[in-house]
């Protein structure tokens, strides 16, 4: 299997460009990743993985909140 971090980018994006799968990982993210994946992995791989793309997505968040407080800032000033 490929490098993780790289699964899960590409989960991430997936997730960002279906608004269905981004459904239905919110209401089950376990579910949804091994559907992305293809594969069947043991369920404590699957939770890391599903974590992982938790995370990814919140940080994607925060920074596009940042950038877009970090423009309305520079139009202040």
């Known amino acids: ?3 993780i971090k790289e699964k899960i980018e590409e989960i991430v994006d997936r997730l960002k460009s279906d608004k269905n799968l981004m459904e239905g990982f919110r ?3 376990v579910k949804t990743v091994e ?5 069947d ?3 404590d791989v699957v939770n890391k993985i599903a974590d992982g793309v938790k995370a990814k997505i919140s940080l994607d968040k925060l920074g ?4 877009g407080l970090k ?3 520079k139009k202040l000033f």
């Open 1 to 3: 299997m490929e490098n």
């Open 27 to 29: 209401s089950d993210p």
């Open 35 to 39: 559907k992305l994946l293809g594969v």
């Open 41 to 43: 992995l043991p369920d």
């Open 64 to 67: 596009d909140t940042a950038g």
């Open 71 to 73: 423009d309305k800032l």
